[in-house]
């Protein structure tokens, strides 16, 4: 397999990766998460998540050479997340990957975070027909984008209008009275719970809201639901199954963003929807995804559950594809964007 070989620098929220491709090929990909010291906090603290990013970059470097087997010198070029994300933890990637390029003398790419989340399915699947539907479901997103061309023409066709997916299974978890971050947790127990339990709501679905929202989404009312349900419970002296309650609320879920995006695949002509974000390892989103997808004739693409939390290798997937596609490097003097737009690849 050929190809550019491209060490790729993640370092946006609480995870610092760093991932290694020759084209579409990975070679290595080596995290290291500081979630534990957020996790009695509740969230990330950015101070902590920037500090555990120094400390661990040089070493998580290291591990993924030694993985891919080569040496600093044989890479072709250093791509980086320059956003979107926190501040102070992007500031870290992007300044290690500064230093390496004008150390090895190599290009520098700056690049989006959201587009890696979906481009980092291409090394598992190949690259994408044309146009492909896009779910991205994170911490801080959720939104459908029909990709043309992922390095260069990505539009968003629909998004939350309050709360990210992953937000909601974060904040959910914290009213079931469960750990950080709470998607992973709600994952496991809610299997062992009734989905049909309880009728949590479904955001943006009511014929009204279709008119304008067609293919956005809206989590906080299911927020409030839950929230409600255990107050009442709490108040009435009832002790409550928090399997159902969890199985329930992933439902509701999972009901709306498959079936919006089955809808936007569908309107937008794409015969293809690829996942990608944190919440894309979702067991019960994979599975409803599967049976909605292949009811309409749609192709899944799935990228496996570890490459669609944050990671390395999806910066350096995408760096790959940018290169590949003839696009100039970045200058060196780019700054970190936490607030980078979707439909901006590179910086
Ligand atoms: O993409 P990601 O790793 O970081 C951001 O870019 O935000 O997404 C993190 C989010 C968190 O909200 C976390 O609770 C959620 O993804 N998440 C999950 C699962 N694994 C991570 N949500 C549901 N089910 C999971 N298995
Ligand atoms: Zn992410």
Do not use: W
Request: hydrophobic letters at 45%; one cysteine or more; a negative charge.
């Amino acid at each position: 397999m050929s190809g550019p070989l491209v060490l790729g620098i993640e370092s946006s929220c609480d995870e610092t990766s760093v991932g290694i491709v020759r084209g579409t090929e990975l070679l290595a990909n080596q995290t290291a998460s500081s979630v534990e010291l957020h996790a009695r906090f509740g969230g990330v603290v950015p101070e902590v998540a920037s500090r555990a990013h120094l400390e661990a970059m040089i070493p998580t470097l290291e591990r993924a050479l030694a993985d891919a087997g080569i040496d600093l010198g044989e890479v072709d070029a250093i791509s980086v997340t320059a956003g979107p994300g926190l501040m102070g933890s992007l500031v870290v990637g992007l300044s290690a990957a500064k230093a390496l390029a004008s150390v090895l003398n190599k290009p520098l790419y700056g690049l989006n975070h959201l587009v890696g989340h979906v481009a980092v399915d291409i090394c598992e699947h190949g690259l994408f027909p044309r146009p492909t539907l896009a779910l991205l479901v994170s911490g801080g997103h959720t939104q459908l984008l029909l990709v043309n061309d992922i390095t260069s023409d990505i539009a968003e066709v629909g998004t939350t209008i309050d709360d990210a997916a992953g937000e909601a299974y974060d904040k959910v978890a914290r009213l079931l009275g469960l750990p950080y971050p709470g998607g992973p947790v709600i994952d496991r127990i809610a299997a062992g719970g009734d989905p049909r339990a309880i009728a949590f709501p479904r955001g943006l679905t009511a014929r009204h809201d279709l008119e304008k929202h067609r293919f956005d989404y809206s989590f906080s009312g299911l927020k409030t639901a839950v929230a409600r349900y255990v107050e009442r419970a709490e108040r009435d002296q009832q002790t409550i199954s928090v399997t159902d309650v969890a199985a329930s609320f992933q439902e509701a879920v999972a009901d709306v963003l498959t079936r919006k995006a089955v809808d936007a695949a569908q309107h937008f002509g794409s015969g293809t929807i690829v996942l990608g974000g944190g919440v894309a390892a979702n067991l019960r989103l994979r599975g409803l995804m599967t049976e909605r997808t292949q009811a309409a004739g749609i192709e899944l693409r799935r990228p496996s559950p570890g490459l669609c939390t944050d990671n390395g290798a999806m910066i350096a997937v995408l760096g790959a594809q940018v290169i590949t596609a003839g696009y100039g490097p970045s200058s060196l003097d780019i700054s970190a964007d936490p607030g980078m737009p979707v439909t901006k690849v590179m910086a």
